[in-house]
T-cell receptor, first 112, second 116 residues
Framework: SQQGEEDPQALSIQEGENATMNCSYK?????LQWYRQNSGRGLVHLIL?????REKHSGRLRVTLDTSKKSSSLLITASRAADTASYFC????????????FGAGTQVVVTP | DVKVTQSSRYLVKRTGEKVFLECVQDMDHENMFWYRQDPGLGLRLIYF???????EKGDIPEGYSVSREKKERFSLILESASTNQTSMYLCATLGQGALSGANVLTFGAGSRLTVL
């Protein structure tokens, strides 16, 4: 069963704009992670936020977590054409060590 | 860096054939996973293994089996391939992230299987 659901399903922006995508989940979690997938390739881990954290930064990435609303957002600032990819949130449930559950992803297209 | 290698990037098989998907990691990670990825459904866990010869079912194990004879190698087996198993298959290992210190997944490049 899908734990995380991303919104929107697809996003098209111009280079230099910010891209924001959201993730909602259903159960208690230890942490929430974001991954990126370039077309036809495997996923690459981007950033992790623990359940007791509210915001995390890494380079042009900013992640927020609201455990009361069971939701997270990923912001990519000053986007580049190379950011074109699908982005997935994955949750590490409190009752399910080691098994991450993924959403369906947000497909982001950044045009020059 | 952890490297996860999936032996076949593209495979085309016929209905009823036995299919082996191989995955090899070059770090000493105990936990390995097989996911399948389909459009609109995201990644779904098929099987995982937390040690040699140990395996557990994921969310969609039907029609699949796995083998973990050596720590570095985790194989996914389709005993009798069917057209509804046409998909992208992703292998991953679980290990400590360099920055977070928490467990994160490292994926292989994927194996795209078409069953005719």
């Amino acid at each position: 069963s899908q734990q995380g659901e991303e919104d929107p399903q697809a996003l098209s922006i111009q280079e230099g704009e910010n891209a924001t995508m959201n993730c909602s989940y259903k159960t208690s979690i230890n942490n929430l992670q974001w991954y990126r997938q370039n077309s036809g390739r495997g996923l690459v881990h981007l950033i992790l936020i623990r359940s007791n954290e509210r915001e995390k930064h890494s380079g042009r990435l900013r992640v927020t977590l609201d455990t009361s609303k069971k939701s997270s957002s990923l912001l990519i600032t000053a986007s580049r054409a190379a950011d074109t990819a699908s982005y997935f949130c994955a949750t590490a449930r409190s009752d399910s060590w080691g098994k991450l559950q993924f959403g369906a992803g947000t497909q982001v297209v950044v045009t020059p | 860096d952890v490297k996860v290698t999936q032996s076949s990037r593209y495979l085309v098989k016929r209905t009823g054939e036995k299919v082996f998907l191989e995955c090899v990691q070059d770090m000493d990670h105990e936990n390995m996973f097989w996911y399948r990825q389909d459009p609109g459904l995201g990644l779904r866990l098929i099987y995982f293994s937390y040690d040699v010869k140990m395996k557990e079912k994921g969310d969609i194990p039907e029609g699949y089996s796995v083998s973990r004879e050596k720590k570095e190698r985790f194989s996914l087996i389709l005993e009798s391939a069917s057209t509804n198993q046409t998909s992208m298959y992703l292998c991953a290992t679980l290990g400590q992230g360099a920055l977070s210190g928490a467990n994160v997944l490292t994926f292989g490049a994927g194996s795209r299987l078409t069953v005719l």
